[in-house]
């Protein structure tokens, strides 16, 4: 395993729309022990998406410390509820963090990575991280939900990085 470099800004592969993942063989294995073992190793982390590690597939990691690991391949929303304001960052937006609206709770599918359906429903950390890491795969990263450009801000307290 090893802690893989983090793409950021303005790296193209941030804007892609990311592949699904046909068969999830050795080596999506592979990247998703380096991506679990990537995000442990950044600081104030919460989740990871591949293209963030310059892999442009649909395959996201989430490593909240006191839960158990989320690995989704291929991961879709299938129902968001509420709305409520966050607090988010991006490992892939270093120095910044923004407020932004989130659902208040998300149902996501997809599949652990041993190719079985998995749906989650989610509230609070896990739910924003689900949106957050799923946005990753389309291109899309929390600076687009910014209502102004007053709600960025330069980092000064820790706040999850998505
Ligand atoms: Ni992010």
Redesign the pocket.
């Known amino acids: 395993m090893s802690v893989l470099p983090i793409r950021t800004l303005p790296d193209p592969v941030l804007r892609q729309k990311s592949k699904r993942v046909k068969t999830i063989d050795g080596s999506i294995l592979k990247l998703i022990e380096n991506m679990l073992e990537t995000v442990r190793a950044a600081p104030g982390r919460a ?3 591949a293209p ?1 590690v310059g892999v442009p597939l649909r395959v996201i990691v989430i490593d909240i410390p006191g839960a158990e690991n989320v690995v989704l391949i291929n991961p879709e929303i299938v129902k968001r509820s509420g709305e409520r304001p966050v607090t988010e ?5 270093p120095g910044y963090y923004g407020e932004i609206k989130r659902a208040e709770s998300v149902t996501a599918k997809g599949r652990d990575a041993s190719g079985k359906e998995i749906r989650i429903k989610a509230e609070e950390l896990l739910a924003q991280a689900l949106e ?2 799923i ?2 795969l389309n291109g899309i ?2 600076l687009d939900h910014l209502e102004s450009q007053d709600k960025l801000y330069k980092v000064e307290d820790e706040v999850p ?2």
Do not use: F, I, M, N
């Open positions: 989740g990871l998406a963030q960052g991006c490992l892939s937006v957050h890491e946005d990753h990263l929390y990085q998505l």
